[in-house]
């Protein structure tokens, strides 16, 4: 091959890329579309609007399978290395975290057609408001920093998560405190809950996209905090460091009898 066909092959390549990543973009316009139309639903008790995220889902879903496509070629046919390879493989799993948030939309909107069945008006607005807000922003900050490939943004999402849990755990403290008032209000209560629950997972599933984009940046993992115990590095070719108080193994050579 000429170096002329060397570089328009390496143009073409990157080119996919670019247009891989635009599929992500999108993806994650139409995911957090979906999350405001579910929570909008919920809080004006609409069933018509929350119908339509169920609809909406299923362009997701093709969306999803479409970004795998395209990933698992390039991946097959392109065999990357370095940072391509680690954005490949990253874009197919923040691909699937992406479709996962459609699917607690549709949670919400269904609970909403439930609720509004139920002609409930108990409702911790504030709080469930203030979850979808604060999920719907770390989504957004979690793709901008994959596609940036910026580690500090996507170490921000991951800190993020944790206002998120604690207006959950807020939640379920005020809805817990409306059940043991009134009994005719666990039904509502629980659906409520189901919906501050499927917020509280669409801030984790952007946490993982917060790490994914830390991977791309900087080759470490930082899931489970294994960063923390040193465990994060990219493989290179170095060895885990041994436990305290336990011997490194051999790198080579025969096994001690």
Request: charged share 25%; glycine share 6%.
């Amino acid at each position: 091959m000429s170096p002329g066909d060397t570089a328009g092959t390496y143009r073409h390549f990157h080119e996919q890329l670019a247009e891989l990543t635009q599929h992500l973009l999108d993806m994650s316009d139409k995911a957090t579309a979906l999350i405001d139309l579910a929570v909008d639903a919920l809080l004006s008790r609409d069933p018509g609007a929350a119908e339509a995220v169920l609809v909406g889902d299923r362009d997701l879903d093709a969306m999803e399978m479409e970004v795998e496509n395209k990933a698992v070629g390039l991946l097959a046919l392109q065999q990357p290395m370095a940072r391509d390879l680690r954005f490949l493989v990253s874009a197919i799993k923040v691909s699937s975290d992406l479709e996962r948030v459609g699917d607690h939309a549709v949670n919400i909107a269904q609970c909403t057609i439930r609720l509004a069945a139920m002609r409930s008006r108990i409702t911790p607005d504030p709080e469930i408001a203030d979850m979808a807000r604060r999920a719907r922003r770390m989504l957004g900050d979690a793709l901008t920093a994959f596609v940036r490939a910026d580690g500090a943004l996507g170490r921000a999402v991951c800190e993020a998560d944790d206002a998120v849990d604690a207006l959950h755990d807020s939640v379920f403290r005020i809805l817990l405190t409306h059940m043991m008032a009134d009994p005719h209000t666990i039904n509502a209560s629980l659906e409520l809950l189901l919906v501050s629950r499927n917020l509280e997972r669409v801030a984790d599933l952007a946490t993982n996209i917060g790490e994914d984009a830390v991977f791309l940046a900087e080759g470490k993992t930082i899931k489970h905090h294994a960063e923390k115990r040193g465990e994060g590095s990219a493989a290179e070719g170095k060895p885990a460091p041994p436990a305290e108080g336990k011997p490194a193994p051999p790198t080579g050579g025969a096994l001690p009898s």
